[in-house]
């Protein structure tokens, strides 16, 4: 009698089940939380307060030197520019162009192959490693005195940098809840705005420091490759490779700090590199609406990043004076990479930030265009350049609005791989629409990139739209499961919002919305290493 009263099981279900546990590992989460002797633990608010600021204690400084790091080493090239390197090493016609274009086309080569080492390695001490080999490489240009030495070096260079911001990604995604992520991704961004304010300070320093044997740019090479070296074995010893083997935190606060990261439905980390995850992120469209998005901006990107200084000094300044206008470009980035993210985050959206964020720059470009390169119009100059330098605040929206869009640990890599191919690309294009022949106008480089401006704005239209359409199909499939066709999801909210919404909803649990009442994310499936295609219960944000 029990077993005829027994519901019906689907055994093709149970089989898919079985096959899941028996070929694929779980996420280490789901490992480690299943030998938690207390079971499911409760996150208090003072919990999630007190782990939350001991993780930004000693995760998120270690990010921040190591990206300042990075963006002030890619930027030694512009800074060579101003004291000689062109003339010293006999660059010619293009070649300038190429030596801020290989470093991407480096980056590019290594995208796929990062992703898998991404998702086999520990994602720190691998990364510790690629740090020291990109500080090795910078001291080393000091010995290059011609086009393919240096060539040679700037490639070497991209291919150890490649794995820094895929991996600072995965490594966002894995200690920090969805609504934390977009300001934590700001953080570390926003390096670049601290890159060309005190990176800039620095080199006018250096650049006044003189030697019977080393040229001001070869001090500069030496000086911040050395400091990277050192740095990189600070990264070794001190950051952890996921939660579950964080030293700082006791297995209670781990526990707390994975629980924590439930409602995001994305998993932490699996170490198992999974085809079929592969599969689904290059079919996926919104991994080419990422690639899309991430392409257009990096064009302007790699353009004014090569050429920047040089554009300011068409103004009218000299070799020092160039240098210390740049400043206030970081201080523009700064501020609209931090104010980016802050507004992403009280709206919860991020395609109308981004579009906003495009529209200083269509400014700037047109100001740029349409003055003439004189003494006399030297602070109206200066004004466009630095409406366009609001430009940077639209990378990190674009890396946190994939990552929260991108569940499975491998479609997580694989997805990052595309992202930085498409960056790679758009940076290697960038520094070929200017020219220093084109010099004081630019106005082919200028005009490419007002239009690209444009072109994301609709992108960021037409992924929004893909996005809800999304979520109304997971909807539908809940409904189909017995689900209910609304879920409560606070990955987004604040710890306040979240307890005020599950307040609003408990109160209102016989109320019908949308064909069903509103369901709890209980986040069962969260460490299961599904993808957010395949996990019916994943929100996307848009």
């Known amino acids: 009698m029990g077993n005829e009263a027994e519901a019906p099981v689907d055994k093709g279900v149970v089989d898919v089940v079985e096959d899941i546990a028996t070929h694929h590992r779980r996420d280490a989460a789901a490992e480690f939380l299943n030998k938690v002797p207390e079971g499911r633990i409760e996150v208090t608010p003072a919990d999630n307060r007190r782990v939350l600021r001991r993780i930004d204690q000693v995760i998120l400084p270690i990010m921040l030197t190591v990206y300042f790091l990075q963006a002030l080493d890619k930027a030694t090239l512009a800074y060579a520019s101003v004291f000689g390197l062109i003339e010293d090493t006999g660059l010619a016609g293009d070649q300038y162009s190429w030596l801020g274009s290989i470093v991407y086309l480096a980056q590019l080569v290594m995208q796929f192959p990062l992703a898998w080492l991404l998702v086999r390695l520990p994602i720190a001490k691998f990364t510790s490693a690629m740090v020291l080999g990109w500080g090795l490489t910078l001291s080393c240009m000091a010995a290059a005195h011609n086009f393919g030495g240096l060539l040679a070096s700037r490639f ?12 600072f990604i995965a490594i966002t995604s894995m200690w920090w809840r969805r609504h934390e992520q977009t300001t ?15 990176g800039s300070l620095l080199t006018y320093g250096l650049g006044h420091i003189k030697s019977s044997s080393l040229k001001e740019y070869q001090i500069i090479f030496i000086f911040f490759g050395v400091i990277t070296v050192a740095f990189s074995f600070v990264m070794f010893v001190y950051m952890p490779d996921s939660p579950v ?31 079929d995850h592969l599969k689904e992120a290059l079919l996926d469209p919104k991994t080419w609406f990422w690639f899309s998005l991430i392409f257009a901006i990096a064009i302007p990107s790699g353009g004014i990043s090569t050429f920047g200084p040089l554009i300011i000094q068409t103004f009218g300044f000299d070799q020092f004076q160039t240098i210390l206008f740049n400043i206030p470009f970081g201080a523009v980035q700064i501020v609209s990479t931090l104010g980016g993210a802050y507004l992403a985050q009280k709206w919860k959206r991020k395609g109308p930030v981004i579009a906003l964020l495009c529209l200083p720059p269509v400014v700037g470009c047109v100001m740029l265009l349409v003055l003439p390169h004189e003494a006399s119009k030297q602070a109206p100059l200066l004004v466009g350049y630095y409406l366009i330098s609001v430009y940077p605040g639209i990378t990190p929206l674009i890396y946190s609005w994939s990552a929260q869009n ?3 640990d491998t479609k997580r890599k694989v997805t990052s791989a595309v992202i930085f191919i498409g960056q790679s690309v758009g940076n290697i294009v960038g520094p070929q629409l200017y020219k220093p022949s084109e010099a004081p106008a630019y106005s082919r480089g200028l005009t490419a990139n007002l239009a690209l401006y444009i072109v994301i704005i609709v992108l960021c239209g037409l992924t929004t739209l893909y996005l809800v359409a999304l979520n109304k199909s997971h909807s539908k499939k809940r409904v189909a499961l017995g ?35 509103v369901e709890n994310n209980d986040g069962d499936k969260a460490f299961e290493n599904t993808t957010d295609l395949e996990n019916e219960d994943f929100v996307f944000c848009y």
């Open 483 to 517: 689900k209910n066709a609304v879920i409560l999801d606070t990955s987004l909210d604040s710890a306040k919002e979240a307890e005020k919404r599950q307040a609003v909803a408990a109160a209102a649990a016989g109320d019908s919305v949308n064909g069903g009442a």
């Open 184 to 198: 934590r991704t700001s953080y570390w961004y926003a390096m670049n705005g601290i890159t060309n304010m005190f």
């Open 406 to 408: 991108t569940a499975g």
């Open 245 to 275: 083997e964080a030293k700082f935190l006791n297995d209670h606060d781990k526990a707390i700090a994975l629980e924590r990261l439930r409602a995001n439905q994305m998993g932490v980390i699996s170490r198992e590199w999974r085809q």
């Open 156 to 167: 070497f260079l991209g291919a150890f940098e490649a794995s820094i911001a895929p991996s």
